[in-house]
């Protein structure tokens, strides 16, 4: 029977694993995992892989045991819902977690009784994407990091997870007339969900001064060096988070605190913002907004936007097949709208400027060409038909010449 099923010492947790093909799902449902754990007080000072197996080691003996600790979860986080502490979407992503769990474990729960009582997931979020103002005020934090960080995010539309996967090998400079114009960014390596995206200049700029500053420092920096790392204390025989030689990858969470520093230092998130428990812009997520709205006010294809930022794009991801030149070319034609420091969209405006010139110039100069071609054209016109008029009036003197002639022949005679 099901619930006399035996497991290994670590068989239910690497059952959940191996579930899970993606690292980033799979790190996020244990998340999810963890959280429920520890509201029902399960081995709360044990591994994570022991409270998996002794949570299935219980559960299979007894389900109504499990059933009762995922409906008292479910009320618990149902009531924060209604408090407007979480949204629907999140009480249901618990149970995303928990139900796969219970499958793989062959724990026998009927799970239309547990989502009857559910809340309607909300569409879409009430939250909205940061101002260029606000995302300009978040990069003067003084942490040499932030600007890399934000302006990364804002250019590629990258979720905050992507951090924990992000080397110096996955980001590729793109040149254009021996002038780097953006670059491609690898997202999730070696993950399942791997793809690609590209970011602008000034963040590949940014992100490119860090890692020269921490060279100069003396870590040796090479394309399996992590983007992001903890910072280093200088001072001899005080090490915080690794040293200058020996880097310690500052993580996704790590990301999170210090724009979360950001905000707070900078005046930009405040009580007096906090609106049903959400503040008024998100803020990681708020850069992915951000990302998809400027490329959207560009002109940018939707369908392209969605490629670059990770999204299944349905029955097209089988048909449309375009290539990253294409969407290379759509996503340069947006850059400009996602530019966030005011010094460099001057410096954009100014070389916009300059090309917009040295275009309307070459234009004139073809111009004026063309005329110059018309006029040497009607010049060499005039003077062949000079030529045979002079041609002709010769030739009738010479004729009028033998006229007078013979006339005169007639006469004598």
């Not at 068989?11 to 244990?30: K, P």
């Not at 793989?104 to 729960?109: E, G, N, T």
């Not at 030739?395 to 007078?404: H, S, Y």
Request: proline share 1%; charged share 30%.
């Amino acid at each position: 029977m099901k619930g006399e099923q035996k497991f290994g010492e670590s068989s239910a947790y690497s059952l959940f694993v191996f579930a899970v093909r993606s690292q980033v799902t799979r790190d996020y449902y244990l998340r999810r995992l963890r959280i429920f754990f520890n509201y029902i007080n399960l081995e709360l000072n044990k591994s994570m892989e022991e409270r998996c197996n002794y949570f299935a080691k219980k559960g299979t003996k007894d389900a109504n045991w499990v059933f009762n600790c995922i409906i008292k979860f479910l009320q618990f986080q149902k009531e924060r819902v209604e408090r407007e502490e979480i949204t629907g979407a999140t009480l249901r992503n618990f149970i995303k977690a928990i139900k796969l769990f219970c499958e793989m474990l062959d724990i026998p729960i009927v799970w239309k009784k547990i989502t009857r009582g559910l809340p309607k997931i909300r569409r879409h979020a009430d939250d909205r994407a940061p101002t260029i103002e606000e995302i300009q005020k978040i990069c003067e934090y003084p942490d040499r990091r932030i600007k890399g960080i934000v302006y990364t995010m804002v250019s590629s539309g990258i979720r905050l997870g992507a951090w924990d996967y992000l080397r110096w090998g996955n980001i590729q400079p793109i040149e254009r007339h021996d002038k780097i114009v953006a670059a491609k960014i690898i997202v999730y390596s070696g993950d399942d969900e791997e793809y690609f995206s590209f970011i602008s200049s000034e963040a590949y700029k940014e992100l490119e001064k860090w890692m020269q500053y921490r060279e100069n420092c003396g870590e040796i920096v090479d394309k399996n060096s992590w983007v992001m790392r903890q910072l280093w204390n200088t001072k001899k025989g005080h090490y915080h988070h690794g040293t200058i030689k020996d880097p310690e990858k500052l993580k996704s969470s790590g990301i999170k605190r210090l724009m979360e520093d950001a905000l707070w230092t900078q005046g930009i998130r405040k009580r007096s913002n906090l609106k049903r428990n959400r503040y008024e812009f998100q803020t990681d997520h708020g850069f992915r907004k951000w990302f998809k709205t400027r490329c959207e006010i560009s002109g940018m294809k939707s369908i392209n936007i969605e490629i670059l930022m990770g999204h299944s794009i349905g029955i097209s991801d089988s048909y449309y097949k375009i290539t990253e030149k294409e969407i290379l070319d759509n996503y340069l034609e947006a850059e400009k709208y996602l530019i966030i420091s005011s010094k460099n969209q001057l410096q954009n405006n100014i070389e916009n400027m300059v090309l917009e010139n040295d275009k309307n110039s070459t234009i004139i100069k073809e111009k004026i060409f063309q005329k110059e071609q018309r006029i040497h054209v009607l010049e060499t016109k005039e003077k062949f038909n000079e030529d045979v008029i002079t041609s002709l009036s010769d030739q009738l003197l010479r004729i009028t010449g033998e006229l007078e002639k013979l006339k005169s022949q007639i006469n004598l005679k």
